[in-house]
């Protein structure tokens, strides 16, 4: 087994496993196997009231009926809070990180008093009220002053990196995103800052999820340059939809996968990611060795 290549599965245990969970699952288990390397799992349960009872055990079976065993411990992120408030100090030590007492209304207010309307679905990008200071009011959540780590690090605004599936990906954090949350107001820790502590800690050095997380990768690379940490690839696979266009997920109705006949749930995926391009024997996925990275990489 070559440990110079370590991948996860990480799901969030908001209910069982779905056709689009195991999509994932499986693209991320075959770049494994197809590079000899180590594929481990971690529960992303770091949104807590999110999370549905029992959802940890019943994925971890769901992946285990399915052949999906992960090569080492099982991560869980409520185990880990300590790690992520080391991440926060070191990044307050640095003056990269700043406490914020906006609500949403505040920056929705801010941002109408400054004439920017968001996009329709898309996320409001923080004003910078409280960059310089809080003016006497009282700190809810702690943000990660973007244009300041990129300038102290020495980099241009622009992120760039290359996606093993989609290309050369560039996005400017500071202009297009803003100074994002590391905690939030109710004292959780942000997917991000978790996301880029874990992996570190895990030694990951592929990361293949949906792409639906494409948007992330930029923000999770600046933290990483300001941590200190490695920067891993990344190959982001086409998402499975549901009948109303929309992303196959738990909230819009997804059937938890019928494990009933493992081989031909395994065997649709398996089927997706042909579809997509990977070089596998949908008939027979866990037999996918070499074939099973996709042919464009």
Request: charge should be neutral; include cysteine; glycine fraction near 10%.
């Amino acid at each position: 087994m070559d440990l110079s290549y370590v991948g996860r599965f990480a799901p969030s245990p908001t209910g069982p496993l779905h056709a689009g969970s195991l999509v994932t699952a499986l693209a991320s288990w075959l770049d494994a196997r197809a590079h000899e390397g180590h594929w481990l799992v971690r529960i992303e349960d770091v949104d807590g009231p999110r999370c549905v009872p029992d959802a940890t055990d019943l994925i971890l079976r769901q992946l285990r009926a399915l052949g999906l065993h992960p090569d080492g411990e099982v991560m869980v992120q409520s185990q880990r809070h300590r790690a992520y408030a080391q991440a926060l100090d070191q990044l307050v030590a640095r003056g990269w990180a700043y406490p914020c007492a906006c609500s949403r209304r505040d920056i929705e207010q801010a941002l109408a008093l400054a004439g920017v309307s968001p996009e329709r679905h898309a996320s409001a990008v923080y004003p910078g009220t409280c960059r310089d200071g809080l003016r006497g009011r009282t700190g809810r959540a702690w943000r990660l002053d973007v244009a300041r780590v990129l300038r102290d690090l020495g980099h241009g605004p622009l992120v760039r990196w290359t996606d093993r599936r989609l290309g050369p990906q560039t996005q400017d954090v500071a202009a297009e995103v803003g100074d994002f949350v590391l905690r939030r107001a109710d004292g959780l820790w942000a997917y991000q800052l978790a996301v880029v502590v874990d992996d570190a800690a895990q030694g990951v050095s592929d990361v293949v999820r949906g792409a639906d997380l494409l948007d992330n990768t930029a923000r999770q690379i600046v933290l990483q340059q300001a941590l200190g940490l490695s920067t891993p690839r990344y190959l982001h696979v086409p998402l499975v939809l549901g009948a109303n266009g929309e992303k196959l997920s738990k909230q819009n109705g997804a059937l938890p996968l019928d494990l009933s006949d493992a081989a031909r749930c395994l065997g649709d995926a398996a089927s997706r990611l042909a579809q997509a391009g990977w070089s596998i024997d949908p008939a027979n996925p866990l037999a996918a060795s070499a074939g099973g990275r996709c042919a464009a990489f």
